[in-house]
């Protein structure tokens, strides 16, 4: 519990009464100790996210990112860079994807809410910061199962992904933009969420609905 509050390479002093003391591997006798002390330095951890709360999807951050979590994370719907590498997750060494070989060292390019990637992937972007690499692995139903496959991934299986946030770029403000402008905007969401709903991929499509007739309808006002 004291760990858990504490920053990377701080030091700390943690004092443990017997009401919190239990038995570990680093507390083998606890009979007769009123209060321990521990000297505690905290040189490096991993942030593990469970993305379902069921244990399936796992992000664990690897190297931290630039900002502050989750301000500065492509939350809304943006323009998102990553580098990823992609293998079965019980075959380490079987890489099916990689965008540094496969895509001639240029990085995926990709707009979140789109539905251009599968669905746990998207979900880990989103929490990740610019500069940040985690790893995630991820179930069949939330990797390609609900997505077009690759070729060399088979039907069900489990995956895990390298992925480094490179940057991302948040939708472009309305404000300044003429009619014309911000009707071509909403006719290109419209269209995107057209998409989706013949994708069957309908709480997407209902997002983009939703993004863009309050707009619309605001200008219409106007």
């Given amino acids: 519990m ?3 509050t504490m920053a990377r390479k701080e030091k700390a002093t943690i004092y443990v009464t017997n009401t919190y003391l239990t038995e570990s591997s680093v507390m083998p006798q606890l ?10 330095e905290l040189v490096q951890f991993t942030q593990v996210r469970d993305m379902l709360g069921d244990g ?12 502050e979590f989750p301000m500065d994370c492509p939350l ?3 323009l998102l860079r990553v580098h990823y590498k992609g293998m079965l997750l019980d075959e380490p060494k079987s890489v099916f994807y990689d965008t540094q070989i496969d895509n001639d060292g240029e990085p995926l390019e990709f707009c979140s809410g789109e539905g251009l990637v599968p669905e746990g992937f998207e979900m880990c972007v989103r929490l990740m910061l610019p500069g940040e690499k985690s790893i995630v692995t991820c179930p069949p139903d939330f990797a390609y199962d609900k997505f077009p496959r690759p070729a060399n991934v088979p039907e069900g299986a489990h995956v895990r992904w390298e992925i480094e946030l490179l940057g991302f770029e948040v939708p472009k403000d309305w404000t300044g933009l003429t009619f014309k402008e911000i009707m071509e905007e909403a006719d290109k969401i419209k269209n995107t969420g057209n998409r989706l709903f013949k994708e069957g991929k309908f709480e997407l499509a209902k997002a983009k609905y939703e993004k863009v007739c309050p707009l619309v309808l605001e200008v219409a006002v106007q």
């Fill in 76 to 78: 809304h719907d943006s």
């Fill in 2 to 4: 004291g760990i858990g």
């Fill in 56 to 67: 399936r999807l796992i992000k664990r951050r690897v190297v931290d990112g630039s900002g």
């Fill in 31 to 40: 009979e007769g100790l009123e209060e321990v002390h521990f000297e505690v």
